[in-house]
């Protein structure tokens, strides 16, 4: 049985999150500008028809996939929502690896076959990628993966798996450093209002005034 999703309203924006099914329970958000009605999908892990679904809910159609790394878990819906929605889906260039290394990566983790998307393009370095009335703003966070990156609106951000809820990515994975990523953490939350709300790859979400002490307590308690 599914459950029903998640629906924030943060300033223009409706957040809608699409949590995929066990083991990874990875969440996917659709972003929906509600003044002229375009969507972005943000990490579409799996079940592209429930996604697909969720974009038609709001009356309307995708305008891009935006992924914030190429874990499978993160993209391997984007084969199927593509052939709903032929829209292009957006990563980091220094992801290009992992997302090359995907059918092994599937096999390995998830003991699954994936296709890799239809249309991908990469972006560099820490782009504003423009949208007909707004936004978003890339910060690069690598660490968790090479080529990992955040994507801030107005008044929220997806933190993909650089940051948890009370939690850091993993880093033993190739392209994984830990070093980095605690250096891409600290420099994300310095860069956030803090009423920014945090959307991350999975768990609950949580603002940037409740990440910054538990991050200055946790990186000076060798958590990180
Ligand atoms: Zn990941
Ligand atoms: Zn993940």
Redesign the pocket.
Known sequence: MLSKNDCDTIGDFSITTVVNTPP?Y?NCYVVRHRPTGQQVVIDPGGEANRIAAAVSENHGTATEILLTHG?P??LGGVFDLQAVFAVPCRAHQEEQPIIAGLASWAGALMRQRLSPPRRLEYFSGEPTLKYDGFDVRVVFTPGHTSGGVCYLFDGFAFTG?TLFNQGIGRTDLPGGHGPTLTASIGRLLETLAPSTRLYS??GPTWTAAEARPWWDWASSHGYA
């Open positions: 990874w990875e874990h878990d993160h798996d790859g999975h």
